[in-house]
């Protein structure tokens, strides 16, 4: 079993950044491939970015044109989205997610097993 635990939500302007972080535990967690998502008011989840479990992978390549970093910490067993230059169309809960073990990155909800409860990101003009 693994447990997902994201942290570092809140009320942000536009322009402004944050860096949410997904503390993960359970068996094999730097075998997963981690992901973050995303949910707006009225709107379906949406993939946000995804990294290999040895964190050497990330997709999209590009992050969000530069907006949105993924990364990992494997010897804290964190994830992390680092956003900058918020928007208010970012506004959204914001959800992390990993695979079974040794499984590759995903961009759809379906390449996930295990998701955290999610985090607030709300985004001032």
């Known amino acids: 079993q693994v447990q997902l635990v994201e942290s570092g939500g809140g009320l942000v302007q536009a322009g402004g950044s944050l860096r949410l972080s997904c503390a993960a535990s359970?068996?094999?967690?730097?075998?997963?491939?981690m992901g973050w998502f995303r949910q707006a008011p009225g709107k379906e989840r949406e993939f946000v970015a995804a990294?290999?479990?040895?964190?050497?992978?990330?997709y999209p390549i590009d992050s969000k044109k530069g907006r949105f970093t993924i990364s990992r910490d494997n010897a804290k067993n964190t994830g992390y989205l680092e956003m900058n230059n918020f928007k208010p169309e970012d506004t959204a809960v914001y959800y992390c997610?990993?695979?079974?073990?040794?499984?590759?990155?995903?961009?759809?909800?379906?390449?996930?097993?295990?998701w955290g409860q999610g985090t607030q990101v709300t985004v001032s003009s």
């Open positions: 359970g068996r094999l967690i730097n075998t997963r491939a």
């Open positions: 997610a990993a695979t079974k073990p040794f499984s590759t990155i995903s961009e759809t909800m379906g390449g996930y097993d295990y």
């Open positions: 990294i290999s479990g040895r964190g050497d992978s990330t």
